[in-house]
């Protein structure tokens, strides 16, 4: 299966690993946009409002295209300041693209408390905690 990974870049540091044993199970791993230039957003929004405003933008497409290149999209959601099971802005719009490209949407872990678990919930998510052995 082709694995997308989406993540808040607060969870980078978990990308490795996971990507590592998704493909020693057989599947094609791409981590998320930006993991290979984990600098490169803090330092356009250096820049002046609109690059950034354009950078953010050319991203969110390139989002969308990476999601329909895939087979399904696994969203690593940890805690992240208080916040469990944190699922931020970007990674949610990834998951609704999953959604409504009909690909399969894992959560590694709980569907997260907040403004948009109902949302989360429609999109009808597998919940894996953690056991990437769900992943099919």
Known sequence: MKIYISCSKHFWDKVRAIK????????????????????????IRQLDSSSYATWKGGM????????EYHDGVLVLNFSKNG?????????????????????????????PDGMLRDEI?????????GDLGLIK
């Open 20 to 43: 590592s044993d998704l493909e020693r199970m057989g599947h094609f791993v791409t981590p998320p946009n930006g993991y290979n230039d984990p600098m490169s957003e803090d330092l």
């Open 60 to 67: 969110l497409r390139t989002n969308s295209d990476i999601v």
């Open 83 to 111: 916040t469990d099971n944190y699922i931020g802005g970007s990674t949610f719009l990834e998951a609704f693209k999953a959604f409504e490209l009909q690909k399969k949407l894992y959560l590694y872990n709980p569907i």
């Open 121 to 129: 919930i429609g999109l009808d998510p597998v919940v894996i905690n």
